[in-house]
């Protein structure tokens, strides 16, 4: 219920404050940025980013577009943000967003919303992107991308979104923004014709430090400047991170290489091969004496007009002379810079010198050391094992005596009952003698019995055949010569 109330107050308070700030999460369906196309040359965006986690963000406030931004929710930092510049700010006031679709793409939130107003309304909220929380008492800042003191007071709301910003130190961010503001005023804006034809990229390079484990801490900050007016010309900066006061310019394909494989920033580079050689030098000196701290006069046609004409001559005069001791200036510092990188460079050969001398020497004592240890561990291993190997051959060699013994014994006794068999059997064989003979006694009386029994038998059965054969004879020879009637009396 409490966050029912929550969203209908603050829908409430979308319809009754139109300049309400709005970033709108681009769909895969949608070409480039969608409306914020007219952010980027021919409103061609950079090709190259196309990993998952890349997520295209629209910013807009009163319902117009005001910057592109692409978010990577891996690294949960922007890669860029694209913008234009609009006018100094005056004063800045700081009301952090977040983006509620990134990480609750069901949300019907489709604006920014302050985070500490978001409530219970999103889900999974700070799951892919970085929230105030992952920067106190981590000894970061909330580093804009796109400074808002590049942009008008009722457009500032829009750049303080935590979409915007990297982890940067306040001392890296006060010089960031400071470089970045001077550059775009005192040397990109004078040297385009046409204001609104300056494009803008403001970019970081992840690295693998993590604020808390969550937020990538920037290896470097870059800025490329496109000017596609008809003398159309381009520049790249980059800023180191672990150098606050490093600002190295390059052009716009050198700076290309440094980011992903295959990323162009600007469509056809932004005709860096026909760009006026003239207006990318003069850019580059004034941005030479920002880099130096030298003050570099500002062209403002607008100022000039409603300034007094003999003020305006003072001060054409004033700015004719600096620029005069700028470029007279410009060799002594150059021979400056010169010496200072030969003192540098030599001071960091010597360095290097004495740090191959250590490492060598020290090299040299570890692995000397290293070579003894692994003698003695050899020397010790070796002992070790002849002093183990002691017992075991003793103990073999007693166990082989034991055996040997055995089989003395066990031969003695082989002979011994083959010695003593023979006389042996032969005295039992002579024992058992009478005890065969007198059991034989029975089995011979009877077999006697059996032959005197068989002969008076046979001579019975010889006597009775003898009979019968008389018997049959006579009864043969009656038949055959007695009548037949005397016979049957």
Same mark, same amino acid.
């Given at each position: 219920e409490w966050t029912m109330k929550t969203s209908i107050v603050f829908l409430l308070c979308i319809s009754v404050f139109p300049g309400f700030s709005q970033g709108r999460v681009v769909r895969e369906d949608e070409t480039g940025f969608a409306e914020c196309n007219v952010f980027f040359p021919g409103q061609v965006p950079p090709e190259g980013f196309t990993e998952p986690f890349h997520v295209k963000i629209c910013q807009q406030y009163n319902k117009e577009p005001r910057f592109a931004t692409l978010y990577s929710t891996k690294d949960k930092i922007p890669l860029y943000?694209?913008?234009?510049?609009?006018?100094?700010?005056?004063?800045?006031?700081?009301?952090? !967003?977040?983006?509620?679709?990134?990480?609750?793409?069901?949300?019907?939130?489709?604006? =920014?919303?302050?985070?500490?107003?978001?409530?219970?309304?999103?889900?999974?909220?700070?799951?892919?992107?970085?929230?105030?929380?992952? +920067?106190? @008492? *981590?000894?970061y800042e909330r580093g804009l991308l796109n400074p808002s003191l590049l942009n008008e007071e009722d457009f500032q709301v829009a750049t303080y979104t935590l979409t915007n910003a990297v982890p940067l130190s306040p001392a890296l961010s006060k010089?960031? &923004?400071?470089? #970045?503001?001077?550059? $775009?005023?005192?040397? !990109? #804006?004078? &040297?385009? *014709?046409? =204001?609104?034809?300056?494009?803008?990229?403001?970019?970081?390079?992840?690295?693998?430090?993590?604020?808390?484990?969550?937020? *990538?801490?920037?290896?470097?900050?870059? !800025?490329?400047?496109?000017? @596609?007016?008809?003398?159309?010309?381009?520049?790249?900066?980059?800023?180191?991170?672990?150098?606050?006061?490093?600002?190295?310019?390059?052009?716009? *394909?050198?700076l290309e290489k440094q980011l992903l494989p295959g990323v162009h920033l600007f469509k056809g580079n932004c005709g860096e091969d026909k760009q006026s050689q003239e207006k990318r030098e003069a850019v580059l000196q004034v941005v030479s004496q920002i880099r130096s701290g030298e003050q570099v006069g500002k062209n403002n046609d607008q100022e000039t007009k409603d300034q007094p004409v003999g003020e305006s001559n003072n001060q054409e005069t004033s700015g004719w002379m600096r620029r005069v001791a700028g470029i007279i200036a410009t060799p002594f510092i150059k021979l400056l810079e010169l010496i200072i990188y030969i003192f540098v460079e030599l001071v960091k050969s010597v360095f290097y010198f004495l740090w191959l001398v250590v490492k060598r020497v020290v090299g040299t004592i570890l692995d000397g050391v290293y070579s003894l240890w692994n003698g003695m561990v050899s020397y010790l291993k070796a002992v070790s094992m002849v002093l183990i190997s002691i017992p075991y051959d003793v103990g073999r060699v007693i166990i082989n005596i034991f055996l040997g013994f055995l089989q003395i014994v066990r031969d003695v006794l082989s002979l011994t009952y083959r010695i003593l068999s023979i006389p042996v059997g032969f005295v039992l064989h002579l024992a058992a003698f009478p +005890?065969?003979?007198?059991?034989?006694?029975?089995? $011979? !009386?009877?077999?006697?019995?059996?032959?005197?029994?068989?002969?008076?038998?046979?001579?019975?059965?010889?006597?009775?055949?003898?009979? &019968?054969?008389? +018997?049959?004879?006579?009864? &043969?020879?009656?038949?055959?010569? $007695?009548?037949?009637?005397?016979?049957? @009396?």
């Open positions: 943000s694209a913008f234009k510049f609009t006018k100094p700010a005056q004063s800045e006031e700081e009301n952090w !967003l977040v983006e509620p679709q990134i990480d609750d793409p069901e949300n019907d939130l489709e604006e =920014m919303v302050r985070e500490a107003d978001i409530g219970g309304t999103v889900a999974n909220l700070g799951t892919n992107q970085a929230l105030t929380s992952d +920067y106190v @008492d *981590s000894g010089s960031w &923004h400071r470089d #970045i503001g001077k550059v $775009v005023e005192q040397a !990109l #804006i004078p &040297h385009c *014709s046409k =204001m609104d034809h300056l494009y803008l990229l403001a970019g970081a390079i992840p690295s693998s430090v993590q604020v808390k484990g969550k937020v *990538s801490v920037p290896a470097s900050l870059w !800025l490329a400047a496109c000017c @596609d007016a008809p003398e159309g010309w381009s520049l790249g900066l980059v800023k180191k991170v672990n150098d606050e006061n490093s600002l190295a310019d390059l052009t716009v *394909s050198e +005890y065969h003979t007198i059991c034989a006694i029975p089995s $011979v !009386l009877k077999d006697v019995a059996t032959g005197i029994g068989g002969t008076f038998l046979l001579v019975i059965d010889a006597t009775a055949a003898v009979l &019968h054969s008389f +018997y049959f004879l006579a009864s &043969h020879i009656i038949k055959r010569f $007695v009548p037949k009637g005397s016979s049957d @009396d």
